[in-house]
C-alpha cells in the first residue's frame, strides 16, 4: 500500500504487484529502474543474445569465485623460504599459520556466497565447474595435511622446551624422548613423513642446540670467549661436545632399533645434511679448546723469574694479542678465516716451545757445571749423576720435556 493524498484527505490505494522483468541491456538506450541483478560482459564487441548468454555471463562468477582461491593455493605452493638457522619451533609455527589459513578458506567456500556462485556456474553448465572442483579438493586436502600435522608436531613441544633455554646439559634428558616422538611421527603421521620433512625438521632442531650452545658459552651475546678464565671456557665447549654426542648416539640407537623391526618405516635420512652443521661446530669447538689450553700453559711464563724467559713470554704475548684482535666471531664456524689463523698460531706456539725447550737446555748447562756429582728432580724421577753424564741427563729431559710448562716445572727444581 501507499499513501495518495486527495480532496478527501490521505488515502491508503494498494499497489499493484509487478512481476520481475528479465532483459537485455546495456543501459545506454533503456533506462533502468528498481533493482536489477547484471553481469559484466566479458567481450563488448559481441553482441549478447538468449543463445550466448550463460557463455557471456561467467566472467563474473570466474573472478569471484576462482581467482582468491586459485591465488592462495599459487601462493601456499610456493617453496618456503625462512632463514637457515631457525629451530623446531618454527616448523610447528608454519603449519599452525597454514592450518588456519586453509580451515578459513575450507569455511568461504562451503558458505553461501561460494555456494550461489557454483549454483551459478551449474546453471550456466559452465566449464570452469571442473576448475572449481579441482581447487575445492585441493583445499579440502591441504586444510586436512595442515591439521594432521599440527597434530604430529604438538608432541614434540614438550620435548623441545629445553634446547630453548640455553643450557647444554639440560637437554640431554631430553634427547631421547625428542628422538621417539619424532620416530612416531615418521612411522604414524599420513602427510608429514616424507624423507625431506624429516630431514629438514632434524636440521632444525640441530639449527636449535647450536644456537642453544652459543648462547649458552657468551651468555646471551654478553660475554665472548676471551672474558672467560681459561678452566670456565673450556668447560662450557665441552658441554657443547658432549650434548652433540648424545644427540647423534640418541639417534643412532634409535636407527638400530629401527632396523630390527624391517615393517616399521626406518630412518633414511641424510645424516651429513642433519649432523654436518654442529659436527662443523663442535669441531670448531675442539680447535678452541686446543687454543685456550695452550695459552694456559703458557701463562705460567708471566710468573718465572728465570733469565731469558723474558723474550719467551714477550713473543707469547704478542701471539695472544693478535689473535685476541681477530675481528670475527670465533664461534662462527661458517668463518674459515679462522682456520687459517689457528692454523698459524699452531705453528708459532710450536716455535715457542722448542724456543723454551733449548732455554732449559742453557739453563741446566749452567746449573750443573759447578758440581761434580749432582742430584737433580724431574717428574717425580730422582737423578744422581757425575757430571761426565751431563749430556745424557739433558738429552733425557729434553726428550721427556714436550711443553713449556713441563720445562719451567723442571727449571724451577733449580731455583
Known amino acids: 500500500e501507499q499513501v495518495r493524498l486527495g480532496p478527501g484527505g490521505a488515502q491508503k490505494v494498494p499497489i499493484k504487484p509487478t512481476k520481475p522483468k528479465l532483459f537485455l ?47 592462495v593455493l599459487a601462493e601456499s605452493e610456493q617453496m618456503r623460504k625462512e632463514a637457515d638457522n631457525v629451530g623446531p619451533r618454527a616448523e610447528l609455527d608454519y603449519w599452525k599459520k597454514r592450518m588456519a589459513k586453509f580451515n578459513s578458506l575450507f569455511d568461504q567456500i562451503k558458505g553461501p556466497e561460494c555456494k550461489a556462485v557454483v549454483g551459478v556456474l551449474h546453471a550456466a553448465k559452465s566449464k570452469l565447474l571442473k576448475n572449481w572442483r579441482d581447487i575445492d579438493s585441493r583445499i579440502t586436502d591441504y586444510a586436512n595435511e595442515a591439521k594432521d600435522n599440527v597434530k604430529f608436531l604438538y608432541t614434540l613441544e614438550k620435548f623441545s622446551e629445553p634446547l630453548y633455554k640455553n643450557n647444554p646439559v639440560a637437554m640431554f634428558d631430553s634427547i631421547p624422548g625428542f628422538i621417539n616422538a619424532i620416530r612416531m611421527i615418521n612411522s604414524y603421521s599420513r602427510y608429514y613423513n616424507t624423507s625431506e620433512r624429516m630431514t629438514a625438521l632434524f636440521v632444525k632442531i640441530t639449527n636449535q642446540m647450536i644456537t642453544a650452545c652459543k648462547n649458552y658459552i657468551t651468555e646471551e651475546g654478553f660475554k665472548t670467549v676471551w672474558d672467560y678464565p681459561q678452566e670456565e671456557l673450556i668447560s662450557k665447549l665441552m658441554d657443547c661436545v658432549k650434548l652433540n654426542e648424545a644427540y647423534q648416539q640418541s639417534f643412532q640407537r634409535a636407527k638400530k632399533k629401527l632396523e630390527e623391526n624391517p615393517e616399521e618405516r626406518q630412518f633414511e635420512f641424510s645424516e651429513m645434511y642433519i649432523f654436518g652443521k654442529i659436527n662443523s661446530f663442535t669441531g670448531r669447538c675442539h680447535k678452541i ?115 713449556t710448562q713441563q720445562a719451567l716445572q723442571v727449571m724451577r727444581k733449580f731455583e
Open 25 to 71: 541491456t546495456d543501459g545506454t538506450e533503456d533506462p533502468i529502474h528498481g533493482i536489477c541483478v547484471f553481469f559484466i560482459r566479458s567481450n563488448v564487441n559481441k553482441a549478447i543474445t538468449n543463445v550466448n548468454i550463460n557463455n557471456e555471463n561467467a566472467f563474473y562468477p570466474r573472478s569471484f569465485s576462482l581467482r582468491w582461491p586459485t591465488r
Open 289 to 403: 679448546i686446543d687454543m685456550m689450553s695452550t695459552i694456559k700453559s703458557f701463562l705460567i711464563l708471566g710468573e718465572s723469574k728465570i733469565e731469558g724467559i723474558e723474550q719467551i713470554w714477550s713473543r707469547f704475548q704478542l701471539i695472544l694479542t693478535t689473535i685476541k684482535k681477530k675481528p670475527y666471531d670465533l664461534l662462527d664456524y661458517r668463518k674459515m678465516e679462522f682456520d687459517v689463523d689457528y692454523e698459524e698460531f699452531r705453528r708459532q706456539i710450536q716455535e715457542l716451545q722448542v724456543n723454551s725447550q733449548l732455554l732449559l737446555i742453557l739453563f741446566l748447562f749452567k746449573k750443573l757445571q759447578p758440581s761434580k756429582y749432582l742430584i737433580i728432580y724431574a717428574d717425580s724421577d730422582v737423578y744422581v749423576i757425575d757430571i761426565t753424564q751431563l749430556y745424557i741427563f739433558i738429552d733425557a729431559c729434553y726428550n721427556r720435556v714436550s711443553s
